[in-house]
């Protein structure tokens, strides 16, 4: 498993995550692809897909990457299609 480069942990940390209030009993946070550098964004998706692992949520197989005891996620779709990357804390 890799680690996030530079440039792609400047942008995390650098960035606000709207807290996902509509799902308060799985807590987890999430930035949308318009409102962030694209190029950064499709970095991401392409980081977590590449060095991530896959895990079971309910019924669906998501890829996953963990790194300083954050996991990050997309739904899963295309790269072209994916406008969401989520985070949460600890394991889900």
């Known amino acids: 498993m890799g680690r996030f480069p530079s440039d792609l942990k400047e942008f ?10 509509t799902m308060p009993e ?4 999430y ?7 694209e190029n950064l964004f499709v970095k991401l998706i392409e980081h977590i ?3 991530g692992y896959q895990g079971k ?8 990457f963990e790194e300083d005891g ?4 997309t739904m899963g779709n ?10 949460a804390r600890n394991k889900i």
């Open 26 to 29: 799985w807590p987890h946070f």
């Open 12 to 21: 995390i940390d650098g960035i606000t995550w709207t807290y996902a209030k």
């Open 57 to 64: 949520f309910y019924n669906e197989t998501y890829t996953y």
């Open 49 to 51: 897909r590449q060095y």
């Open 70 to 73: 954050l996991i990050y996620w």
């Open 78 to 87: 295309p790269v072209f299609e994916t406008t969401i990357i989520n985070r």
């Open 31 to 37: 930035i949308v692809r318009s409102k962030v550098d």
